[in-house]
């Protein structure tokens, strides 16, 4: 009976350590937020907004603490609820190196828009946030 107990004891700390490696791993490799340039940027954040795609857009959002995916969600939301299409995205003043990015497009009765969004780099990972830039 103990052998019997024994080898069920080591199966579930066999299987527990198993799990916990494979969570672990999957953190590891789990890709930095932002982009990995400014043109990967500008590309990925305009096809995030005309497709109203809002897992693709809390990974470019520079969001302080959590609730960044809320954001993302009713940000989008709110975009497709106005009819949004057209997004157009412009990185100044430098594009090798900006601080800005202007999102513009159309609302669906066919007005323009347009808005600034502050550009920010950490680690070599691109993001935007919806914070005025500093100085």
Same mark, same amino acid.
């Given at each position: 009976?103990?052998?019997?107990?024994?080898?069920?004891?080591?199966?579930?700390?066999?299987?527990?350590? #198993?799990?916990? @490696?494979?969570?672990?791993?999957?953190?590891?490799? &789990?890709?930095? *937020?932002? %982009?990995?340039? $400014? +043109?990967?940027?500008?590309?990925?954040?305009?096809?995030?907004?005309?497709?109203?795609?809002?897992?693709?857009?809390?990974?470019?959002?520079?969001?302080?603490?959590?609730?960044?995916?809320?954001?993302?969600?009713?940000?989008?939301? #709110?975009?497709? @609820?106005?009819?949004?299409?057209?997004?157009?995205? &412009?990185?100044? *003043?430098? %594009?090798?190196? $900006? +601080?800005?990015?202007?999102?513009?497009?159309?609302?669906?009765?066919?007005?323009?828009?347009?808005?600034?969004?502050?550009?920010?780099?950490?680690?070599?990972?691109?993001?935007?946030?919806?914070?005025?830039?500093?100085?």
């Amino acid at each position: 009976m103990h052998i019997r107990r024994d080898v069920k004891v080591g199966l579930s700390i066999t299987a527990a350590v #198993v799990w916990v @490696g494979a969570v672990t791993l999957l953190i590891a490799h &789990e890709p930095d *937020p932002g %982009a990995a340039s $400014p +043109t990967e940027l500008r590309d990925r954040l305009a096809a995030a907004l005309t497709g109203h795609d809002a897992d693709a857009f809390a990974d470019l959002v520079d969001y302080p603490g959590s609730g960044g995916d809320d954001f993302a969600k009713e940000y989008v939301s #709110v975009l497709a @609820g106005r009819g949004v299409h057209g997004v157009r995205v &412009e990185l100044g *003043p430098d %594009a090798g190196a $900006p +601080t800005q990015a202007t999102i513009s497009g159309a609302l669906g009765d066919g007005k323009p828009f347009s808005y600034p969004l502050t550009v920010t780099s950490d680690d070599g990972r691109w993001t935007v946030a919806f914070t005025p830039p500093l100085p």
